[in-house]
């Protein structure tokens, strides 16, 4: 018995394993770039609007827009290539791939867990996948599901203290969309003891729920209280209090201390001190998150939820859940789930 779990730990086993993972991760990211690439323009509300900015660029080189440096540059490299559309948007997509990559990698290093990487990046594109909100972000707001990720990694990079890496991912993250900045501005909450951390987070969710933040952004800033309302203000989202959106928010930050017996020491403590972060992506929303379009000031807290879903899973003391067989063959399940949302437009 124990040679042969010897055998089975041989680095070319191992090497052989790693390889495969590689393979089918490929596979899907595949799969799932040539969904979001050849997407119709009738496919997410944003979609026009890039499709237009590159076609543009395309025929007349540099052109004036409101878009963001990084984005607008990175648009404007892929033009000068002089590929088609669907190559454009499919390499918007692998650039958001290499967003996930850079936070998984980076939360994955401050967990300290023993699970191996690939089984970690395996797990959040699998919670990722069955997310509309990450449907949202690759065929709708692009340039936020951009940032959005950038900005967790900005935000975990403060909460360690890493504060030249917090400047460049932030940086990063404020050139694919501005709205980083308003994330970013939160940051010194980090800096607070976990109960101050909470009795803010509680006094936050309270204060947006009773309708409280409107009232006070409306009589003390006024000009903000406008700009808010009148952001894209043709459009019939539903906007004041979303309760809803509240509450959906807060069940993911509870979620990790609800099932930490179920995780496994020390990342379970580590887990549920990286809530701050989630915490601090809540807090724009809870501040703003009354106009138009409020499930955007969301995106960022919503997408860090599946890496959080994550690191429960790889250090789960019920094996099922940490199995990488099992967890490689979710993500296939969730690569369909994917492409099920990306063909109808579903977004949340």
């Known amino acids: 018995m124990d040679q042969t779990l010897a055998l089975n730990d041989t680095p070319s086993n191992t090497n052989a394993r ?12 595949l799969f799932i770039d040539m969904a979001v690439g050849s997407r119709g323009l ?7 609007v890039y499709a237009g900015l590159y076609n543009a660029m395309t025929h007349h080189g540099l052109v004036q827009s409101r878009f963001e440096p990084v984005f607008y540059y990175l648009t404007a490299g892929i033009a000068g ?21 850079v936070a998984t990698r980076r939360y994955h290093a401050y967990l300290q867990s023993e ?15 069955v997310s509309p909100v990450m449907s949202n972000a690759s065929i709708n ?34 050139g694919f969309h501005y709205s980083a900045v308003l994330y970013l501005l939160f940051a010194p909450v980090l800096l607070l003891k976990p109960k101050l951390q909470r ?79 989630y915490l601090v992506l809540m807090l724009p929303f809870f501040a703003v998150g009354w106009g ?10 919503w997408l860090s939820a599946s890496l959080m879903l994550a690191a429960i899973c ?10 990488p067989i099992v967890l490689r063959m979710g993500l296939v399940a969730a690569c369909g789930v994917f492409y099920f949302y990306v063909t109808r437009g579903i977004v949340v």
């Open 18 to 29: 790693v390889m495969l993972a590689l393979m089918m991760v490929g596979a899907v990211m």
């Open 42 to 48: 009738d496919i997410g509300t944003d979609t026009p």
């Open 81 to 101: 290539l002089g590929v088609s559309l669907a190559t454009y948007q499919s390499a918007l997509f692998l650039v958001m791939m290499a967003t996930v990559v």
């Open 115 to 129: 699970t191996r990487y690939m089984t970690f990046l395996v797990a959040s594109l699998l919670f990722l996948f």
């Open 141 to 174: 707001v692009v340039r936020q599901g951009l940032a959005s990720l950038l900005v967790f990694t900005a935000l975990l990079a403060f909460h360690q203290r890493q504060w030249r890496a917090f400047m460049l991912w932030g940086l990063l993250a404020a």
């Open 199 to 277: 009795a803010l987070g509680i006094a936050a969710f309270l204060a947006y729920c009773s309708g409280l933040t409107m009232l006070v952004v409306g009589a003390l800033v006024p000009g903000v209280y406008a700009l808010v309302m009148a952001y894209d203000g043709s459009a019939t989202y539903r906007t004041g209090v979303r309760l809803d959106f509240a509450v959906f928010s807060l069940f993911w930050y509870l979620l990790p201390f609800i099932v930490a017996p179920l995780v496994r020491e020390p990342v379970r403590d580590r887990i549920n001190r990286s809530t701050a972060i």
């Open 292 to 301: 138009n379009f409020s499930n955007r000031y969301l995106l960022p807290a």
């Open 314 to 323: 790889c250090d789960n003391r019920l094996s099922p859940l940490r199995n």
